[in-house]
T-cell receptor, first 115, second 116 residues
Framework: SQTIHQWPATLVQPVGSPLSLECTVE??????LYWYRQAAGRGLQLLFY??????ISSEVPQNLSASRPQDRQFILSSKKLLLSDSGFYLC??????????????FGSGTQLSVL | AQKITQTQPGMFVQEKEAVTLDCTYD???????LFWYKQPSSGEMIFLIY??????QNATEGRYSLNFQKARKSANLVISASQLGDSAMYFC?????????????FGGGTRLMVKP
């Protein structure tokens, strides 16, 4: 069965420090991978998605970047964090098939606080 | 324009009663899928139910059903016999047939609180 791992669960970082959040998927090949951000009490905003190794699409211009160095690994990074980067970050995957009924499976999330 | 609109930021329901969470969507695609997810306070996102645009019958999954009205572009979630454990955020989402990266677009969510 497929599983998705996301870490760390919580992170407190000072403004201007770098960031690296990692997500890995097991039990599937060539998944579509996604990074979403959720502000407190709000909906999910898609940040990045990837349909293959090295292929990254950005949905929102911002202080963050993403990379996919391996098929089932997705990394969210920043060189210098801003206060506005605080939020709950969720990694997700779906099967590569272009079907409207493909579910999105989520990791457990990372609560990032930038102080 | 918002693709997914959830107009109820918060709702209360008495335990054991039914509740409807509203969701309207906007798309020009003929083929699309609609999803509901539950997010408890732990933060995890739990898939609840799916409705395809060509499905003629409303989807049901246990105590969850989806009231799909295609002409009105609404996909309301109905939870029957509410339980205390149903207290959570609920998100409606849509995948359009030709969405880039096969992505899901989410609404702003509704916080449901079940009263004992």
């Amino acid at each position: 069965s497929q599983t998705i791992h996301q870490w760390p669960a919580t992170l407190v970082q000072p403004v201007g420090s770098p960031l690296s959040l990692e997500c890995t998927v097991e039990g599937t090949s060539n998944p579509n991978l996604y990074w979403y951000r959720q502000a407190a009490g709000r909906g999910l905003q898609l940040l990045f998605y990837s349909v293959g190794i090295g292929q990254i699409s950005s949905e929102v211009p911002q202080n963050l970047s993403a990379s996919r160095p391996q098929d089932r690994q997705f990394i969210l990074s920043s060189k210098k964090l801003l206060l506005s980067d605080s939020g709950f970050y969720l990694c997700a995957w779906s099967a590569w098939e272009l079907a409207t009924n493909e579910k999105l499976f989520f990791g457990s999330g990372t609560q990032l606080s930038v102080l | 324009a918002q693709k997914i609109t959830q107009t109820q930021p918060g709702m209360f329901v008495q335990e054991k009663e039914a509740v409807t969470l509203d969701c309207t969507y906007d798309t020009s695609d003929q083929s699309y899928g609609l999803f509901w997810y539950k997010q408890p306070s732990s933060g995890e996102m739990i898939f609840l139910i799916y409705q395809g645009s060509y499905d003629e019958q409303n989807a049901t999954e246990g105590r969850y059903s989806l009231n799909f009205q295609k002409a009105r572009k609404s996909a309301n979630l109905v939870i029957s016999a509410s339980q205390l454990g149903d207290s959570a955020m609920y998100f409606c989402a849509m995948r359009e047939e030709f969405s880039a990266g096969n992505m899901l677009t989410f609404g702003g969510g509704t916080r449901l609180m079940v009263k004992p």
